[in-house]
């Protein structure tokens, strides 16, 4: 019987034994995952134990790896959390207890900065309104139905008042200065306009008065012609003044024209009738004349009707 021997492959040790009168070897795997059968002169390739380690190996490091990133990522975040709540308090803390001419910002693009400026920023937004409201109505009272006046004023004033501040500030008071100025302007327009329609409403009833007056003498002197001039030259007096829709100034709405102009037809109806009776021969006659509508005048009858 031939002898037994040991092949040693990688961790895993075979033996090899010939049968009794026989050229072939059987041979087993000892210790490895699998077994392997080998003929006469051949040799096959057998799976160690050591290669199956390397493989378990490298990936229990590419598993730790991924667990060590997730959780310095999961650290990382949370951290982030922490400095920006902590930054967010302090930078509203400072935004409100400092001046608006003397805030000065952290320039950083870090967490923390962005977190701490914005909310200063925020906090002082409140102050920097109240501010600019107070600038914005101080020139409003040194500039009274000025309002281009007032806008170069103003635009002098936030260019000097935003320049000295912080440059990360410099963006939110300018856009306030420019939003509480525009509603200002908007409203030191708004009365100067109204200041003037009423100044020249004024004007246009005093105008109505003497057209009325000299239409009245027109007519109660017998001129019928000349009072309706008058009149003509009032309406074109209360047109111009009608509303701005139809193309007027304002100072007079259709109604007040047209009241105006009703109250001055009868005003002079009257006193043309009137002194129509007082220049007949017979007053008492013109008078019944007039009561029954036929007075025998045709310029009388024209006016009647």
Do not use: C
């Not at 199956?52 to 990936?59: D, E, Q, S």
């Not at 912080?166 to 200041?195: F, H, K, L, W």
């Not at 007096?237 to 007027?248: I, L, R, Y």
């Not at 017979?282 to 310029?299: E, M, W």
């Amino acid at each position: 019987m031939a002898g037994r021997r040991d092949v040693p492959v990688g961790e895993a040790r075979l033996q090899a034994r010939g049968p009794r009168g026989g050229g072939g070897a059987a041979v087993s795997g000892i210790g490895s995952p699998g077994r392997a059968a080998v003929g006469n002169a051949r040799a096959y390739p057998v799976r160690t134990q050591a290669s199956w380690g390397l493989r378990a190996l490298a990936n229990a490091f590419q598993e730790e790896s991924g667990q060590a990133q997730q959780l310095m990522r999961t650290a990382f975040r949370e951290r982030a959390r922490e400095v920006e709540n902590q930054q967010t308090a302090e930078g509203a803390a400072y935004g409100l207890a400092t001046p608006i001419d003397q805030l000065r910002l952290p320039a950083g693009d870090s967490i923390g900065d962005e977190a701490f400026r914005k909310s200063a920023i925020l906090a002082a937004s409140t102050s920097a309104e109240m501010a600019a409201r107070d600038d914005i109505e101080k020139l409003a009272k040194q500039h009274p139905g000025q309002p281009e006046a007032f806008k170069a004023a103003l635009q002098e004033r936030a260019q000097a008042f935003v320049g000295d501040l912080d440059p990360a500030m410099q963006p939110e008071v300018a856009s306030t200065y420019n939003r509480i100025g525009a509603q200002r302007y908007q409203q030191i327009d708004n009365d100067r306009r109204e200041y003037e329609r009423d100044q020249y409403r004024a004007t246009i009833l005093e105008a109505t008065n003497e057209y009325t007056v000299q239409a009245a003498k027109a007519a109660r002197n017998g001129d019928w012609d000349a009072a309706q001039a008058e009149l003509a030259a009032l309406a074109n007096k209360t047109t111009a003044a009608g509303p701005q829709a139809t193309g007027g100034s304002g100072a007079l709405s259709l109604v007040e024209i047209e009241k105006l102009s009703q109250d001055s037809r009868e005003l002079i109806q009257d006193q043309f009738l009137q002194g129509w009776v007082e220049r007949a021969p017979n007053p008492y006659v013109a008078l019944k004349g007039l009561q029954s509508g036929k007075t025998g005048s045709p310029s009388v009858d024209g006016v009647l009707a």
